[in-house]
């Protein structure tokens, strides 16, 4: 690599010349710590007009944001020469990795050709040529994937050009080496390419335009089949077809070329017309000069290519040695050099004109009326291919699936489950047509796989999201590496919150400040892997990955605090494994992560996860309720009491205003326990504005704005970033205390102070929360308009009217769809399928539903129902021999009903509360006849297989209850427009929370055993029969000795 003479261009710093030409030279450059690629043209532009085209064209170029095309980051002018950032690639040129001469197989052909037709099509249906295809600008990565890079960056005729043409121009069409390069140019180069990777040479052997014209005015290139005769006659009237001379001979599409190629190779019939055999002559055409017509790029938002970034190390050391000459490098920093000098050095000359790029007697328009028409016509094109598409994927996927596929050949006793088909033709269809779909698929049909095979077989790339972190590691430990085994290898990704993971600078703090690591067994262990070189790059951070639990205390010190995180500007960025999941997010095509985690990347624009194709929500009917949570706004004392004990603000702020605050803080709690006084444990609405909160507020946004005037000038790059974060949370936190106590907007919020269950030393501790009452308008905005969504859990479908059908008086999706912002009548569109169950209810399971039981009862006479149902209970329990999970809609009526059983159950006895769910579960697979109580979080997500669970008892319907803000909200909302509250709101939702927990019984399809619902309402009230209508159809009795025959017969 040459010494460098340039120091700077723009914002980066010039670590290395790579190469120069006549027209343009070639740097690597850096920003911070991010190396990118910079061309900078030798031509100056010496007019407004000359600088106008070039920043028309390269603001186009820009817009293309697809996997498999390399980004382009920036583009300007340094002085009057113009200059472009790319993201540094990964891999090398294929013509660096093929052998010339060398005649390839046709499938390893298809995987060269399958990502550059797709990059391409997609540049063409954002109006972009790419006008300099060759081999020399795909690049294969480590693992084999293919980019596409070197769009030409001036339009023919433009003087003096700003692209080196001689590699390109063996691989262009007539009409291109004529001036007039249009989509089909692109898909002739790809199949001249094509024609080489096959046959070992290209069709015409000319390396000159006139020459190359010449000749394919004369016709007469090889046919394939005669220099490689393992090419199939289908495959050679796909390559003859894309080589035609005439444009309009060729496929619509490169896509569809792609589509052909393949149909080929697997002996589908393909569609093409005769050839002719003698190619008609070319007619050389002067062009006509011409204004550009307008271009309008569609609106596609494809993801930046993610598979560039490389996976390994870099420290500051690399960077410096880029700058020494070529001879002194390490021999893999030369072969990065020579790969980049290799892809720098074709950049030809035929592209598209931009839009409103004028043009004079020098300038040359490419982009003829026809040419125009062809492009606008490309996407209509691709709905009319959408049918073709859609049953090859949904072809493919049911081979996948069906007996006789590719699992049940792998897998002796495989059985096919048509719902698991049924819902992976669904999502295929909506990939495909790129339509939102929802799914209701009941435990048994296998969901996870119905929506990965076709999210793989598809080849785009999908966000996952799941309800909690529990499900994602289930998903991505187990579901994904069985697809990627059985199915198709694929990159992906596990992606949680920041402090899921381990701070390698603050393990580091504490070793330093010996605090742990000389008296604490636990992070000398956790400090020994990290040092281990042997973990390598199977250690990723994550506490879960461990292997042994770490105790509260050390996970607290050495967890990533995004707070206090310098992020680039830390010592450890490099080793960084956040940084480093990101960075495999990046390169994933299926990214796994939860609906916490994906709400927060929507309300941020999309800037905290990777662009996607499509988002599959697992769980879906927690969306509203994790949306509602995620938006509220929240104040508790640890928040204060952490920010003024922060060591920065304590000596870079006035020591008056830290008082001040925490007086202010004092004050706002004492008033605080004045509305919720100390006997009371639930909620209370704030109905207007208080005071002093308000004075709390103005007292932190005071301490901000000190934070802001005394900012050291000198400070260190880390502690700066630490300095801003800390100004910003300052700020950030006064305004939500001023949201929260303003009490502004009770259209849209609810206001309410909660005494919340803190430490043991602490009791109880109180918290003050502005809550959304509508989320709908929000998810519609940020999530389901951003990107195709494809919705799915076991339990969607509810009773309640639906407006679509309003004849329609099943179970129905209205109320989900309403709750998120899908409305039914509004977007006709999506795509909707309750799938059929799969397990047997009628013959393995009982829906006991007792009528001699009090209604449920509050106030007085409550003991006395509490007594009633916990008899009840018992005698289900003594029946079941243990073996049960009892279901309780509250607290108060768990304890009662554990207070009442306990002594009098010679079973294992569990009680949510005593220890952690997870403790709890493993406890109750593990002790025989365990009868476990618990309440909502055990009404769902809980996966019991086999005898350890034979009986699931529901205390009552699970109504929301009725001290809960947010729901009491929304009803006093919805009465006071005289809406249907009860029936579409309240009772649609808890039938939903009824279907999760009766659903806790049959997990596999040998497993039996008894669901009661110990709630006279479901026979006296008019709801009933719709409520018991939406569950499963197991047989029904009111009688205790059906129950006591149903598990007589297990004997």
């Known amino acids: 690599m040459a010494e460098v003479e340039l120091q700077q261009i723009g914002t980066y710093t010039i670590t290395g010349l790579l190469r120069e030409s006549s027209t343009s030279n070639f740097y690597l450059g850096k920003n911070r710590k991010k190396t990118v690629l910079i061309q900078r043209t030798n031509v100056l532009f010496s007019n407004a007009e000359d600088k106008k085209a070039f920043l028309a064209r390269t603001k186009q170029l820009k817009k293309l944001k697809d996997r498999a095309i390399v980004?382009?980051?920036?583009?300007?002018?340094?002085?009057?020469?113009?200059?472009?950032?790319?993201?540094?690639?990964?891999?090398?040129?294929?013509?660096?990795?093929?052998?010339?001469?060398?005649?390839?197989?046709?499938?390893?052909?298809?995987?060269?050709?399958?990502?550059?037709?797709?990059?391409?099509?997609?540049?063409?249906?954002?109006?972009?040529?790419?006008?300099?295809?060759?081999?020399?600008?795909?690049?294969?990565?480590?693992?084999?994937?293919?980019?596409?890079?070197?769009?030409?960056?001036?339009?023919?005729?433009?003087?003096?050009?700003?692209?080196?043409?001689?590699?390109?121009?063996?691989?262009?069409?007539?009409?291109?080496?004529?001036?007039?390069?249009?989509?089909?140019?692109?898909?002739?180069?790809?199949?001249?390419?094509?024609?080489?990777?096959?046959?070992?040479?290209?069709?015409?052997?000319?390396?000159?335009?006139?020459?190359?014209?010449?000749q394919q005015q004369q016709g007469g290139f090889p046919k394939p089949s005669s220099l490689n005769q393992k090419i199939t006659p289908a495959v050679e009237q796909v390559l003859l077809q894309a080589l035609a001379l005439e444009p309009e001979q060729r496929f619509p599409h490169t896509q569809a070329l792609a589509n052909a190629y393949l149909s080929a190779l697997m002996g589908l019939p393909v569609k093409t017309p005769e050839i002719r055999s003698t190619p008609r002559p070319v007619v050389p055409t002067t062009p006509t000069i011409r204004r550009a017509e307008p271009l309008q790029p569609a609106s596609l938002t494809v993801e930046p290519d993610r598979r560039?970034?490389?996976?390994?190390?870099?420290?500051?050391?690399?960077?410096?040695?880029?700058?020494?000459?070529?001879?002194?490098?390490?021999?893999?920093?030369?072969?990065?050099?020579?790969?980049?000098?290799?892809?720098?050095?074709?950049?030809?000359?035929?592209?598209?004109?931009?839009?409103?790029?004028?043009?004079?007697?020098?300038?040359?328009?490419?982009?003829?009326?026809?040419?125009?028409?062809?492009?606008?016509?490309?996407?209509?094109?691709?709905?009319?291919?959408?049918?073709?598409?859609?049953?090859?994927?949904?072809?493919?996927?049911?081979?996948?699936?069906?007996?006789?596929?590719?699992?049940?050949?792998?897998?002796?006793?495989?059985?096919?489950?048509?719902?698991?088909?049924?819902?992976?033709?669904?999502?295929?269809?909506?990939?495909?047509?790129?339509?939102?779909?929802?799914?209701?698929?009941?435990?048994?049909?296998?969901?996870?796989?119905?929506?990965?095979?076709?999210?793989?077989?598809?080849?785009?790339?999908?966000?996952?999201?799941?309800?909690?972190?529990?499900?994602?590691?289930?998903?991505?430990?187990?579901?994904?590496?069985?697809?990627?085994?059985?199915?198709?290898?694929?990159?992906?990704?596990?992606?949680?919150g920041v402090n899921n993971y381990i701070c390698l600078d603050r393990v580091e703090s504490e070793r330093v400040g010996m605090q742990f690591f000389t008296k604490n067994r636990d992070f000398q262990r956790l400090y020994d892997m990290i040092q281990d070189p042997e973990n390598g790059y199977s250690m990723t951070g994550d506490f879960e990955t461990l292997g042994f639990q770490l105790a509260s205390d050390v996970r607290g010190r050495v967890a990533t605090d995004s707070d206090q995180c310098a992020w680039s500007k830390c010592s450890f960025f490099d080793e960084c494994y956040v940084r480093q999941m990101r960075e495999r997010a990046e390169r994933a095509q299926v990214i796994v992560v939860n609906h916490t985690l994906l709400l927060l990347d929507a309300a941020i624009g999309g800037f905290l996860l990777p662009e996607r194709d499509v988002i599959i929500l697992d769980e879906a009917h927690h969306l509203e309720e994790e949306a509602t949570r995620s938006f509220t706004i929240t104040i508790n004392p640890g928040q204060i009491q952490t920010l003024l004990a922060q060591r920065m603000l304590k000596d870079h702020s006035q020591l008056s205003l830290?008082?001040?605050?925490?007086?202010?803080?004092?004050?706002?709690?004492?008033?605080?326990?004045?509305?919720?006084?100390?006997?009371?444990?639930?909620?209370?609405?704030?109905?207007?504005?208080?005071?002093?909160?308000?004075?709390?507020?103005?007292?932190?946004?005071?301490?901000?704005?000190?934070?802001?005037?005394?900012?050291?000038?000198?400070?260190?790059?880390?502690?700066?970033?630490?300095?801003?974060?800390?100004?910003?949370?300052?700020?950030?936190?006064?305004?939500?205390?001023?949201?929260?106590?303003?009490?502004?907007?009770?259209?849209?919020?609810?206001?309410?102070?909660?005494?919340?269950?803190?430490?043991?030393?602490?009791?109880?501790?109180?918290?003050?929360?502005?809550?959304?009452?509508?989320?709908?308008?929000?998810?519609?905005?940020r999530l389901f308009n951003k990107c195709n969504v494809i919705s799915t859990s076991a339990t969607l479908a509810t009773i309640g009217p639906n407006p679509a059908k309003p004849d329609d008086k099943g179970p129905n999706f209205s109320y989900f769809r309403r709750?998120?912002?899908?409305?039914?009548?509004?977007?006709?569109?999506?795509?909707?399928?309750?799938?059929?169950?799969?397990?047997?209810?009628?013959?393995?399971?009982l829906l006991y539903l007792p009528r001699h039981l009090p209604p449920p009862t509050f106030g007085a006479g409550a003991d006395d129902y509490m007594v009633d149902i916990a008899r009840e209970m018992y005698r289900l329990v003594k029946l079941s021999r243990g073996r049960a999970f009892l279901l309780f809609s509250s607290r108060r009526m768990l304890d009662r009903a554990y207070e009442l059983m306990a002594p009098h159950l010679p079973y294992p006895l569990l009680k949510q509360g005593d220890m952690t769910r997870l403790e709890l579960t493993r406890r109750f697979r593990e002790e025989e006849g365990s009868v476990l109580f618990g309440l909502k979080s055990f009404w769902e997500g809980v996966d019991i297989a086999g005898d350890a669970l034979s009986l699931v008892v529901i205390d009552k319907l699970?109504?929301?209850?009725?001290?809960?803000?947010?729901?009491?909200?929304?009803?006093?909302?919805?009465?006071?427009?005289?809406?249907?509250?009860?029936?579409?709101?309240?009772?649609?939702?808890?039938?939903?929370?009824?279907?999760?927990?009766?659903?806790?019984?049959?997990?596999?399809?040998?497993?039996?055993?008894?669901?009661?619902?110990?709630?006279?309402?479901?026979?006296?009230?008019?709801?009933?029969?719709?409520?018991?209508?939406?569950?499963?159809?197991?047989?029904?009795?009111?009688?205790?000795?059906?129950?006591?025959?149903?598990?007589?017969?297990?004997?």
Request: aromatic share 6%.
């Open 71 to 214: 980004a382009i980051l920036e583009a300007n002018f340094d002085g009057d020469a113009g200059y472009l950032v790319l993201e540094q690639p990964g891999g090398k040129p294929l013509q660096q990795l093929l052998t010339p001469g060398v005649c390839l197989a046709s499938d390893v052909v298809r995987r060269y050709i399958s990502p550059i037709a797709s990059a391409l099509h997609y540049a063409h249906v954002s109006h972009v040529v790419h006008g300099n295809l060759h081999p020399g600008v795909i690049l294969q990565t480590e693992r084999e994937e293919m980019l596409l890079t070197g769009f030409a960056l001036t339009p023919p005729g433009f003087t003096p050009s700003l692209d080196d043409e001689e590699a390109a121009i063996p691989y262009m069409a007539p009409e291109q080496l004529q001036g007039q390069p249009t989509a089909a140019s692109d898909q002739y180069a790809l199949a001249v390419m094509t024609y080489e990777w096959l046959c070992g040479r290209r069709p015409y052997e000319a390396t000159d335009r006139t020459e190359l014209l010449a």
């Open 308 to 496: 560039i970034k490389s996976r390994a190390k870099q420290v500051p050391e690399d960077m410096l040695a880029l700058a020494r000459p070529a001879e002194d490098m390490p021999v893999e920093d030369k072969q990065q050099v020579d790969m980049l000098d290799t892809l720098l050095q074709h950049n030809a000359e035929e592209v598209l004109p931009v839009s409103d790029v004028p043009t004079n007697g020098s300038k040359v328009a490419a982009f003829s009326a026809e040419d125009l028409k062809r492009l606008d016509t490309l996407e209509a094109e691709d709905e009319e291919a959408t049918p073709l598409r859609d049953s090859r994927l949904v072809s493919m996927v049911s081979e996948d699936l069906r007996q006789g596929g590719v699992l049940s050949r792998s897998l002796p006793g495989y059985e096919e489950r048509p719902a698991q088909i049924e819902m992976a033709t669904l999502v295929s269809r909506a990939i495909n047509k790129n339509v939102p779909a929802i799914i209701e698929a009941a435990t048994g049909t296998g969901k996870s796989l119905a929506y990965l095979v076709p999210v793989v077989r598809s080849g785009q790339v999908a966000i996952v999201s799941t309800a909690n972190k529990a499900l994602q590691e289930q998903l991505f430990y187990k579901d994904i590496p069985f697809v990627q085994k059985y199915i198709k290898y694929f990159e992906a990704a596990l992606v949680k």
């Open 658 to 781: 830290q008082d001040d605050a925490m007086r202010a803080a004092q004050l706002m709690w004492m008033r605080l326990e004045q509305v919720a006084n100390p006997g009371f444990k639930g909620r209370v609405n704030l109905e207007s504005p208080m005071e002093e909160g308000l004075t709390l507020a103005s007292a932190i946004s005071d301490l901000g704005d000190s934070l802001r005037r005394q900012r050291p000038k000198d400070l260190p790059e880390k502690e700066g970033q630490l300095y801003d974060k800390l100004l910003k949370r300052t700020q950030n936190l006064a305004e939500n205390i001023r949201t929260v106590f303003a009490v502004a907007d009770q259209q849209k919020f609810v206001y309410y102070v909660e005494r919340m269950e803190g430490s043991v030393s602490r009791g109880f501790v109180l918290q003050a929360s502005a809550a959304p009452l509508d989320v709908t308008s929000w998810l519609q905005e």
């Open 819 to 845: 709750r998120i912002g899908l409305d039914p009548v509004e977007r006709p569109d999506v795509m909707e399928n309750i799938l059929p169950l799969t397990f047997d209810y009628e013959s393995k399971a």
């Open 958 to 1051: 699970p109504f929301d209850p009725p001290d809960d803000p947010v729901h009491e909200a929304r009803v006093a909302q919805m009465k006071a427009a005289n809406e249907n509250w009860f029936g579409t709101y309240v009772l649609p939702q808890a039938v939903l929370r009824l279907k999760q927990g009766i659903g806790r019984l049959l997990r596999t399809r040998e497993d039996r055993g008894v669901m009661a619902i110990l709630d006279t309402r479901l026979h006296t009230k008019g709801y009933g029969r719709q409520v018991l209508n939406a569950l499963p159809p197991a047989r029904r009795s009111s009688s205790i000795r059906d129950v006591e025959r149903f598990f007589a017969e297990e004997n």
